[in-house]
């Protein structure tokens, strides 16, 4: 489900490689947003939530921040096994794409009418498995302007709808 949001980047994405002068083939950025999502679910599952909380924290991430750096390694290697590529042409695309992508929903969450505390908790939680995300089908028709009040689990309808909400 997290797949759905990071293609909503696409465009940014594929620009800031074409600006890097990073050589990347067409399909580089469907295998980064792939790669990335994987990585995050899988550090949400196993409780290190870092990287998510850092994504839609609505705060600028750096560069340099201890997240991006923990995440580089495994990105990279990720997209060398899956591009083909040698190492450091992977770690120059994981260099310029986890900045761009954390700032983007980072921008998106400020920019959102709930609190950015609200998202970001309710995405961990959901991606975790947790139920209803701690609130987020109320979150979602926050967003949307719709009233939320849909009951049950979250599904990948309402993650996408989610993200919908945060990019008007």
Do not use: R
């Not at 609190?115 to 609130?135: P, V």
């Amino acid at each position: 489900m997290l797949e759905k949001l990071l293609k909503m980047a696409d465009g940014p994405l594929q620009d800031a490689l074409a600006k890097s002068g990073v050589n990347a083939s067409p399909g580089t950025v469907g295998t980064i947003e792939d790669v990335l999502g994987s990585l995050l679910q899988k550090q949400a599952k196993s409780g290190n939530l870092d990287a998510v909380m850092e994504m839609f924290s609505g705060k600028e991430t750096s560069p340099n921040s201890p997240v991006v750096n923990n995440l580089s390694g495994d990105l990279a290697n990720g997209l060398a096994n899956k591009l083909g590529i040698d190492s450091k042409q992977a770690m120059a695309l994981a260099a310029t794409a986890l900045p761009l992508l954390m700032n983007f929903f980072n921008k998106k969450v400020n920019d959102a009418p709930q609190a950015n505390e609200d998202i970001m908790s309710s995405i961990a939680k959901s991606l975790q498995g947790g139920g209803n995300g701690g609130g987020l089908e109320s979150i979602m028709g926050s967003l949307l302007g719709g009233s939320g009040s849909k009951g049950g689990g979250m599904d990948l309808g309402g993650l996408m709808d989610l993200g919908k909400g945060l990019f008007k």
